[in-house]
C-alpha cells in the first residue's frame, strides 16, 4: 500500500543520507523524497512516499522517529491531508496543429507552457501524482521526451500543523 | 550547533581544541581511554601526556581498543572511550563500533579526521568516517569547528548512555584540535530531537496486570536490556513476586540468579529444552529487554503460537518488530518494572495458581539438555572445563568469550548470579572480541577474576592484544578451548553438510604455551581430564600474571540441544 510520511528532521549535513540509508538498510524502497528547509532553518522536511503494509510502516516510522536528528514522524496516508506533485514535461508534438490539443489538455489539467523551442514544447503541471498520470496520458500520442517530476509533497488539512512536538 | 548553554563558571583564558577534549572527558568523568595513536590525533596524545587525570591505555590495534571499551563498559555501566586516527584507524576500528551497535554498548568513539580543508580531496589517511559508520552507529558527528566540539562531545555522552545505549562516533578533524576558544562545558545537552521514553504508560501496565493475573503457562522472557538498564533487582522481584518461571537470552544472563528454581536456563537456538518448550506451550509471554532475534525464535511462524506478549522495551523500533505485542509497554526496564510489580501487589490482583505448568516444565527439565559426560581416561571434555571453571570461581568471576561452541558451553554451564559478569558478543558474534573485553573488564576491576574463555580459532584474531597485557599488568585467565577446529562451523558441516570439512580444520596452530610465553606471559597446556581440576586451581590462583591454558578439548563435541535454523522451538535436536 501507498504510504506518505512528513518528517521534520535537523537542518544538517548527513540528516537527509541517515533517512536515506535507513530505508535501504532495512530494504524498503523510498518512491519518492522530497526536503527542502522549512521557515525555521534549523529544520528540514521531507515528504517521503513508500509503499509497505501496516506492520512495515509501524516499522520504519519507528526506525525513523529512533535517528537522533529526527524531530518529528508523522504518517499522514489515513488523514486528510493535501497532496501536489509539480512535473517538467517536455514534448515534441506531431505536427504545428497540435499545439491546440497541447492547450486543450493544459486546460484540463491546469498545465501551462514554460518553455518553447523550434522542435519542443515544455509544460510544467501542478496536481496530484494521478492528475499527472493523467497528464502524460492524455498526451500519449505526442513524443515526450523527458519528464521530471517533484515527488508530491503534503500537508494536512484544516488546522493541525506539523510542528517539533507532534509525534505519533 | 549554535545554540550553546554555556556553563556557570566561565573562563577567560582560551584553551586549544585538544585541551578542551581532554577537559571534557574529565568533565564526563571518563577517564579511561582505550586507543592508538597517529597523524590525525597527534595534538590530542600531546595533550594526553601532559595531564594526568586521563588514563590512556594503548591498545596493539584500533578493533581491540574497541571492544576493551566494550568490557570496561559492559562491566560497569559506564559510557566506554576509544581514541583512534583517521583513515585506517577508523575502519580498523567499525568491527568493534558494530559490535557495540549490535549488542547495546554505550561508547563513544573518537576518531581522527584530516584538516577541514582538506576533507573530500582523498588527502591522505582520509576516509568518510561518518558515512562508513552511520548505518552501525546510534549517531556520529563530524565536529567543523572548535566551538562546536564541546557541545559534539556532551551530545556524545548523553545520546551513548541514554535510552537504549549504543555507540556514538565523534570525527574530529586535525585543525579543529589546534583551533583556540575561551572553554565552557555545556551542562545540557539541549536536543530537542531526542527524549527517549523512560515511564511506561500506565495504562500499558495496567493491561499488562491484567494479563498476568490470568495466565495459565506464563514464562518471563529476559534480556540485555534488564542489565543495561541495571533492572536486575526488579527483575528478580517481579519474578519471585509472580513465581513465574524466567528464562534469559545469551546477553541477559546474569540478570536474575542462574542458581534460583525459578530460573528455567538460556533459551533459543543452544537454549534449554525446558526454556524452549516452555517458550513454545506458553500463554503469557512478558519480554523485556529482548528482541526477538532469529537465534531467539527459530521459526517465526512457529515461536510461541499461543502466547499473548507482553513487551517491555526502552526502543519502540524493537517491539512488534520480528513478533507481534499485544501489551506494548516502552519504558526503561527498571522503571516498567518497579511499577509493574507495584500494581500487582495493589491487592486488585492474585497471583494464578500454575503448580501444573511447573509440573510439565519439571517433565521437560529432565531431560536434563545440557548434560555432558567426562571419561576420565578419555579426552578432555570442553564442558568439563567449563564445569570446573564455574565451581572453582563460584560463579563469581568475570567472564569473556569469543564466538563458537565454547561461547555456547560458557552461557548454559556457569551460572552466573550477577549482572555485568557475562561479558560476550552476542549480536554481531565477533571472533576476537574476548582477549580485549577482558582487558577493559579488568580494568575496570582490578582485583577480580577476570577469565576470557576462547577457542583456538577466535583467540587469533586479536591476539596481539596479549602485549598490551603484558604493558599494563593485566592478570588474565585465558581459557582456551582448543579443538583444533573452528568447532560451531564445523558442527554445522556435520549437521548441513554431510561432515564436508571445509576450511574448518586450523592447521598450523602455534604452540600458544611459547607464544604466551614470548609476551612475557605464563603458558600451561593441559591434555588429561584428571589434570584440569588441579590445573584450573593454580591458574585460579596466580593473582598477578595472565596465564594462557591451552586445554586440548574433544575435537568432535558439539553443542545442544539445537534448534536449526528455520525451526520451531519444539523440533530441537537434542543429542
Ligand atoms: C570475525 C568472524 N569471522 C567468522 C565468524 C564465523 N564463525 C563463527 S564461530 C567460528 C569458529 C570459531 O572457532 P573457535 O574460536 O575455535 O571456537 P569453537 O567453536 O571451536 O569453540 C567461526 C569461524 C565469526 N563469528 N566472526
Ligand atoms: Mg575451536
Known amino acids: 500500500m501507498r504510504r506518505i510520511l512528513a518528517v521534520l528532521l535537523e537542518n544538517e549535513a548527513g540528516s537527509l543520507s541517515r533517512v536515506a540509508n535507513l530505508f535501504s538498510a532495512r530494504g524498503i524502497n523510498i518512491e519518492s523524497l522530497a526536503v527542502t528547509p522549512t521557515p525555521d532553518e534549523t529544520l528540514s522536511r521531507m515528504t517521503i512516499v513508500t509503499f509497505g503494509d501496516d506492520r512495515i510502516l509501524e516499522q520504519i516510522t519507528k526506525q525513523l522517529h529512533k535517528l537522533v536528528d529526527v524531530v518529528t514522524v508523522v504518517d499522514m496516508t489515513g488523514q486528510n491531508h493535501v497532496e501536489r506533485e509539480m512535473a517538467l514535461i517536455k514534448l515534441r508534438l506531431r505536427d504545428e496543429g497540435s499545439v491546440d490539443d497541447l492547450q486543450r489538455v493544459n486546460k484540463v489539467y491546469r498545465g501551462r507552457i514554460a518553455d518553447v523551442s523550434a522542435l519542443c514544447y515544455t509544460s510544467e503541471v501542478v496536481g496530484t501524482s494521478e492528475e499527472i498520470d493523467a497528464y502524460l496520458a492524455a498526451m500519449a500520442e505526442h513524443e515526450v521526451v523527458e519528464v521530471v517530476r517533484s515527488g508530491p509533497l503534503g500537508i494536512a488539512r484544516g488546522e493541525q500543523v506539523l510542528s517539533i512536538r507532534q509525534n505519533q | ?575
Open chain 2, 1 to 575: 550547533m549554535d545554540n550553546l548553554k554555556q556553563s556557570s563558571n566561565p573562563e577567560t583564558q582560551e584553551l586549544t581544541g585538544a585541551e578542551i577534549f581532554t577537559r571534557c572527558l574529565v568533565e564526563e568523568g571518563a577517564t579511561t581511554v582505550f586507543g592508538y595513536p597517529g597523524g590525525a590525533v597527534l595534538h590530542i596524545y600531546d595533550e594526553l601526556h601532559k595531564q594526568e587525570e586521563v588514563d590512556h591505555i594503548l591498545v596493539r590495534h584500533e578493533q581491540g581498543a574497541a571492544h576493551a571499551a566494550e568490557g570496561f563498559a559492559k562491566s560497569t555501566g559506564k559510557v566506554g572511550v576509544v581514541l583512534v586516527t583517521s583513515g585506517p584507524g577508523a575502519t580498523n576500528a567499525v568491527t568493534g563500533i558494530a559490535d557495540a551497535y549490535m549488542d547495546s554498548v554505550p561508547l563513544v568513539v573518537f576518531t581522527g579526521q584530516v584538516r577541514t580543508a582538506l576533507i573530500g580531496n582523498d588527502a591522505f589517511q582520509e576516509v568518510d568516517t561518518v558515512g562508513i559508520t552511520r548505518p552501525c552507529v546510534k549517531h556520529n558527528i563530524l565536529v567543523k569547528k572548535v566551538e562546536d566540539l564541546p557541545l559534539a562531545i556532551k551530545r556524545a555522552f548523553h545520546i551513548a548512555g541514554t535510552g537504549r545505549p549504543g555507540p556514538v562516533v565523534v570525527d574530529i578533524p586535525k585543525d579543529v584540535t589546534e583551533q583556540s576558544m575561551v572553554f565552557s562545558y555545556p551542562q545540557d545537552p539541549d536536543m530537542r530531537s531526542y527524549q527517549p521514553t523512560i515511564e511506561g504508560h500506565a495504562g500499558q501496565i495496567k493491561r499488562a496486570a491484567r494479563l498476568i493475573a490470568k495466565a495459565e503457562r506464563p514464562i518471563i522472557y529476559s534480556g540485555g536490556g534488564v542489565i543495561s538498564s541495571n533492572a536486575h533487582e526488579e527483575l528478580t522481584e517481579f519474578t519471585r513476586l509472580t513465581g513465574f518461571p524466567i528464562t534469559n537470552t545469551l546477553m541477559g544472563l546474569g540478570a536474575y540468579p542462574g542458581t534460583d528454581p525459578q530460573f528455567i536456563q538460556m533459551l533459543g537456538m543452544h537454549g534449554s529444552y525446558e526454556a524452549n518448550m516452555a517458550m513454545h506451550h506458553s500463554d503469557v509471554l512478558i519480554a523485556v529487554g529482548a528482541r526477538f532475534d532469529d537465534r531467539i525464535t527459530g521459526r517465526l511462524d512457529g515461536f510461541c503460537p499461543y502466547a499473548k506478549v507482553i513487551h517491555i522495551d526502552v526502543d519502540p523500533s524493537s517491539i512488534s518488530k520480528n513478533f507481534r505485542a499485544h501489551v506494548p509497554v516502552v519504558g526503561d526496564a527498571r522503571k516498567v518494572l518497579r511499577a509493574l510489580t507495584d500494581e500487582l501487589r495493589d491487592g486488585k490482583y492474585t497471583m494464578p495458581d500454575i503448580s501444573a505448568w511447573w509440573g510439565q516444565i519439571g517433565e521437560w527439565a529432565k531431560k536434563d539438555s545440557f548434560a555432558y559426560e567426562q571419561d576420565m581416561d578419555g579426552e578432555i571434555k570442553p564442558q568439563y572445563v567449563l564445569d570446573q571453571l564455574y565451581k572453582q570461581t563460584g560463579g563469581d568471576a568475570f567472564v569473556t568469550s569469543d564466538v563458537g561452541q565454547h561461547q555456547m558451553w560458557v552461557a548454559q554451564l556457569y551460572k552466573f548470579t550477577q549482572p555485568r559478569r557475562w561479558i560476550n558478543s552476542g549480536g554481531l558474534g565477533t571472533m576476537g572480541f574476548g582477549l580485549p573485553a577482558a582487558m577493559g573488564v579488568q580494568l575496570a576491576h582490578p582485583d577480580a577474576q577476570v577469565c576470557c574463555v576462547t577457542g583456538e580459532a577466535s583467540i587469533q584474531m586479536c591476539i596481539q592484544e596479549l602485549s598490551t597485557c603484558r604493558q599494563y599488568g593485566l592478570p588474565i585467565k585465558i581459557i582456551n578451548l582448543n579443538n583444533r577446529y573452528m568447532g560451531m562451523v564445523r558442527q554445522w558441516q556435520d549437521f548441513f553438510y554431510d561432515s564436508r570439512y571445509a576450511m574448518s580444520y586450523m592447521d598450523a596452530l602455534p604452540d600458544f604455551v611459547k607464544l604466551a610465553e614470548s609476551y612475557g606471559h605464563a603458558g600451561m597446556k593441559i591434555e588429561k581430564p584428571k589434570d584440569v581440576e588441579p590445573a584450573l586451581r593454580e591458574i585460579l590462583s596466580l593473582k598477578d600474571r595472565l596465564v594462557f591454558a591451552d586445554f586440548v578439548t574433544d575435537p568432535r563435541e558439539n553443542v545442544f540441544p539445537m534448534i536449526a535454523p528455520g525451526a520451531a522451538h519444539n523440533e530441537m535436536i537434542l543429542s
